[in-house]
Nanobody, 119 residues
Framework: QVQLVESGGGLVQAGGSLRLSCAAS????????MGWFRQAPGKEREFVAA????????FYADSGKGRFTISRDNTKNTLYLQMNNLKPEDTAVYYC????????????WGPGTQVTVSS
């Protein structure tokens, strides 16, 4: 089992920045990959970014390329998402997810943190 808790969401003006954190606990040894997803009102959940835990290799959705940076701290079992130049369309609930064994599906999800970007 893996437990995930996100933090760092909030209200920010367009052009501002936020840093989301996701603390992982439980079966985190040899984690395969972790990612960030988001869901806006009335829309389906969508992929934002992912990182392969051991190599550090990262992947991004086009919507966040050049603005978002995913990173991890292996010693703290913590995942981060630095979001810069935020836009109103980035407003969503952001979820942290873990795929401990891989490759496969993200089996564990956090409760989410709200990000609201005002214009």
């Amino acid at each position: 089992q893996v437990q995930l808790v996100e933090s760092g969401g909030g209200l920010v003006q367009a052009g501002g920045s936020l840093r989301l954190s996701c603390a992982a606990s439980g079966r985190t040894f040899n984690m395969y990959r972790m990612g960030w997803f988001r869901q806006a009102p009335g829309k389906e959940r969508e992929f934002v970014a992912a990182v392969y835990w051991s190599s550090g290799r990262t992947f991004y959705a086009d919507s966040g390329k050049g603005r978002f940076t995913i990173s991890r701290d292996n010693t703290k079992n913590t995942l981060y998402l630095q979001m810069n130049n935020l836009k109103p369309e980035d407003t969503a609930v952001y979820y942290c997810a873990a795929d401990p064994i891989g490759p496969g599906t993200y089996d564990y999800w956090g409760p989410g943190t709200q990000v609201t970007v005002s214009s």
